[in-house]
């Protein structure tokens, strides 16, 4: 029950926050993915500590900020340039004296830089550019907002569903050495709710969107964000943590928490990006 006290509470505060700087978008939205992105690539690299990887962690959040800035203010062709000459700069840290084994620090880093900062820059371009991504589709007011809206519940209720559909009627292990916990069972409520809650909240919202942007998007949300998941509970289970950081009260660190939304972000925004509809 304590346990439990501490997520009620850190949910109670946390859900309204970013369901409110999602919906406003624009330097709330830059700022929440900034601290984001920041968190998450600290505690990456610091869970890996004891195993004598040694991620060039500062440097990763260097760039990772500076890609999201271009993000923010630049295009996708900016996005694309600035990603290869993060990964320039930290190969030139193999010309430098360092601990461990150097090529292993430097695809460990990119590794972070490419997983965390990259895909929350696709996330962070799907927000800025949504209404003009579907121009021809929708005339709401803060349909980004709207549309960040319907990931965050959806990516909720379809953990949720997956957890408490795989303690009722759970006998098939999804992952059993990965993650022991998830069931088969479990994850196709997840993938079933999942994608009922995109479609129903997402023409609620965005009544104007076509259909098969939701269909499509739910299925992403519902079978992606489990597998990014449990691409999460590999990295902690390779690393030798339970989570990874104590930060969030309850819930465990900022990556335990995103890891669903990180994962999903470059698959949506093709979706939009290069699907019409």
């Known amino acids: 029950m304590k346990e439990l006290t501490k997520r009620v509470l850190v949910a109670v505060w946390g859900i309204p926050l970013l369901l409110t700087l999602s919906y406003f978008g624009g330097y709330y939205f830059f700022g929440l993915i900034l601290i984001i992105n920041g968190m998450t690539l600290i505690e990456f690299y610091s869970m890996y500590q004891n195993k004598q990887v040694h991620g060039y962690k500062w440097l990763a959040v260097s760039l990772g900020t500076l890609l999201l800035v271009f993000t923010f203010y630049g295009s996708l062709s900016e996005l694309t340039f600035i990603l290869f000459g993060c990964v320039a ?5 193999l010309l ?9 620090n430097m695809t460990f880093t990119i590794t972070g830089l490419l997983y965390i900062s990259g895909f929350l820059a696709a996330l ?12 021809n589709s929708i005339v709401v007011s803060y ?3 709207k549309f960040l809206i319907t990931i965050w519940v959806s ?7 997956a957890y408490f559909g795989g303690r009722t009627f ?11 916990n998830k069931t088969i069972e479990g994850g196709v409520f997840g993938i079933v709710f999942g994608i009922l809650t995109f479609v129903l909240l997402g023409d609620l919202l965005l009544p104007s969107l076509p259909p098969e942007y939701l269909w499509i998007s739910g299925a992403v949300i519902g079978i992606l964000g489990q597998l990014g998941d449990l691409v999460e509970s590999r990295f902690k289970r390779d690393a030798g943590v339970k ?9 465990g660190g900022f990556l335990d928490r995103f890891d669903s939304l990180i994962f999903v972000s470059p698959f949506l925004l093709g979706i939009y990006y290069y699907l019409k509809f």
């Open 89 to 93: 700069i930290i190969s030139l840290s």
């Open 96 to 104: 430098f004296k360092q601990k461990g084994i150097a090529t292993q």
């Open 124 to 135: 962070l371009y799907l927000r800025i550019h949504f209404e003009a991504l579907v121009a």
């Open 143 to 145: 349909a980004g907002g």
């Open 155 to 161: 990516i909720w209720i379809c953990d949720t569903a």
């Open 170 to 180: 759970g006998k098939h292990k999804l992952a059993p050495v990965i993650s022991p």
């Open 243 to 251: 989570d990874t950081s104590t930060i969030l009260p309850g819930h």
